[in-house]
């Protein structure tokens, strides 16, 4: 497999990748369906944008928004079964309990520790400390200026904790089982272990929490161009969404057997910060997940990080069970 030159790398030498929008399939059907999924995605976009900005204060508030959030991927959901991207992602019963488990343990448990040593704990405490007359200038802002600067602040953070993921191997170590998935649904993006969970949900939201307004108008752009990351729906993106936000496609490439591909389109949603930083590959693919596809139980994931690692610093120390030095394979 001779893979195809990107930039300064070759892509898909290990395993078959798409490189290149003119080489990936279009949305098949008559002009009701292709105009569907061409402006569904800016369409959602647009709409929530304008409800979040012209709501009354009664109803923009975080409950709100949980509740969007949820009606929005159901939504998404039933489109995975109207426009499949790729029949070997469709979901099973299996894939989906598993899927479940893991948003259940993310609004439960990942969430209380949020609340006790998450980024949003830090943040208050420096807040308390904070000189105020320092953001007001930010407040002065558009409200659309407002939370895009937001979006893109909270993106450009995740983008770093995401490529360091990659690159460090005490972080590499959590994050890598979230990569043993085989395919993407819209439940997807919440599998992982639990520490790399916690890691990845931090940012620095909290310090824009006097901007309550603002705020929820950034949680837009995670809702609606982030989600798209982990889905099984085929859309005709336009040309200029494709350039400016995250698709299934960049994303689809980050998860494949590839590695090469691995290392690109790291960010969550404005896929112009892995341009900036020579990171972005456009294409997709459909065979996922490390070891060539090998699927993990629940339990393999709770506990891969710490068995791994400590077989690790057992390998680097010498240290074994029985008393004997462990070979370090030749590098």
Not at 164 to 183: A, D, E, F, R
Not at 233 to 256: A, D, G, I, K
Not at 267 to 287: K, N, P, W, Y
């Amino acid at each position: 497999m001779s893979g195809v030159r990107v930039g300064k790398r070759v892509i898909g030498a290990e395993a078959p990748v798409t490189i290149g929008w003119e080489n990936i399939p279009r949305v098949e059907g008559g002009p009701v369906k292709q105009f569907v999924f061409t402006w569904f995605q800016p369409a959602m976009l647009f709409a929530l944008l304008a409800f979040w900005y012209y709501a009354p204060n009664s109803i923009a508030k975080a409950s709100t928004a949980i509740g969007i959030g949820i009606g929005f991927r159901v939504l998404l959901l039933g489109l995975e079964w109207v426009n499949p991207r790729f029949a070997s992602w469709q979901l099973t019963w299996k894939e989906l309990v598993t899927d479940l488990f893991y948003v259940g343990l993310g609004y439960t448990v990942l969430n209380l520790a949020e609340g006790f040593i998450g980024s949003d704990v830090i943040t208050e405490k420096l807040l308390h400390s904070m000189d105020w007359g320092k953001v007001t200038w930010f407040m002065t802002l558009p409200l659309l200026v407002q939370a895009l600067l937001i979006a893109f602040i909270f993106d450009f953070v995740q983008y770093w904790m995401h490529r360091g993921m990659h690159n460090w191997y005490p972080l590499w170590l959590p994050h890598s089982v979230h990569h043993y998935i085989t395919q993407l649904n819209i439940n997807k993006g919440a599998v992982g272990n639990p520490v790399e969970l916690f890691l990845i949900g931090l940012g620095l939201g909290g310090f824009f929490d006097f901007l309550p307004r603002a705020a929820l108008l950034a949680g837009v752009f995670g809702l609606a161009i982030g989600s798209y990351q982990h889905i099984n729906v085929r859309f005709n993106s336009p040309r200029w969404w494709r350039f400016l936000f995250n698709t299934t496609e960049h994303h689809s490439l980050h998860h494949s057997q590839d590695y090469e591909a691995t290392r690109s389109n790291y960010a969550g949603s404005f896929i112009f910060i892995d341009r900036m930083f020579g990171t972005c590959v456009d294409g997709e693919a459909e065979l996922l997940g490390l070891e060539y596809g090998r699927r993990m139980s629940v339990r393999e994931q709770m506990t891969f990080p710490f068995v791994e690692g400590w077989k690790t610093i057992k390998v680097k120390y010498g240290r074994s069970t029985g008393g004997q030095p462990i070979a370090v394979p030749a590098e």
